[in-house]
């Protein structure tokens, strides 16, 4: 079936270092790719999202390519903050009306 | 716009119990998604209802049953609670009806603990 693989964490980067979390999928269709962030004690919010090959999806100054060629997703971000500390998911959407989600990966920026 | 609402935010029960969750979508989303967050298992996929029908079911046992009204409201149900019940339960709304761009917006979940 179809999966998402992340890079495990934690990421702990300085404030301004540039950010790569590297995702994966494994997907029998064309599936749409998200990115959403997870805040402590919040639920989860769209961060970015592409729905077809070489879409760049891109919001806050995070930017992800959706690569059909690498099956890959990665979410980059040239100069993080400290408040851009959070849990980051990949996630795939197919048409089976549910979103297939990795394992997380939690990023904490130190000023 | 109001976001997706879900309540309670927390609740505590105890091994054997049943509860309840709602979920109140953003106006004008008929789809209504469920996911059960766990440290171990991280996000799974519980179910999926649009127009009141149920289109997709996660792999989860019985005791897990969920309904959606005609206002697109749903409930999700856990009967007979084990202690690995306890997650955060997230409820997510989709404005299309289309599974491939199935951007879906979540609320803030409820916390339930299984004692």
């Known amino acids: 079936g179809d999966s998402v693989t992340q890079m495990e964490g934690p990421v702990t980067l300085s404030e301004e270092a540039c950010l790569t979390i590297?995702?994966?999928?494994?997907?029998?269709?064309?599936?749409?790719l998200f990115w959403y962030v997870q805040y402590p004690g919040e639920g989860l919010q769209l961060l970015l999202k592409a729905t077809k090959a070489d879409d760049k999806g891109s919001n806050k100054g995070f930017e992800a390519t959706y690569r059909k060629e690498t099956t890959s997703f990665h979410l980059e971000k040239g100069s993080v903050q400290v408040s851009d500390s959070a849990v980051y998911f990949c996630?795939?959407?197919?048409?089976?009306?549910?979103?297939?989600f990795g394992s997380g990966t939690r990023l904490l920026v130190r000023p | 716009k109001a976001g997706v609402t879900q309540t309670p935010r927390y609740l505590i029960k105890t091994r054997g119990q049943q509860v309840t969750l709602s979920c109140s979508p953003i106006?004008?989303?008929?789809?209504v998604s469920w996911y059960q967050q766990t440290p171990g298992q991280g996000l799974q996929f519980l179910f999926e209802?649009?127009?009141?029908?149920?289109?997709n079911k996660g792999n989860f046992p019985g005791r897990f049953s969920g309904r959606q009204f005609s206002n697109s409201r749903s409930e999700m149900n856990v009967s007979t609670l084990e202690l690995g019940d306890s997650a955060l339960y997230l409820c997510a709304s989709s404005l299309t009806s289309s599974g491939i761009y199935n951007e879906q917006f979540f609320g803030p979940g409820t916390r339930l603990t299984v004692l």
């Open positions: 209802y649009f127009s009141e029908t149920q289109r």
């Open positions: 106006s004008g989303h008929r789809s």
């Open positions: 996630a795939l959407g197919d048409s089976s009306y549910k979103l297939i």
């Open positions: 590297n995702c994966t999928y494994t997907a029998t269709g064309y599936p749409s």
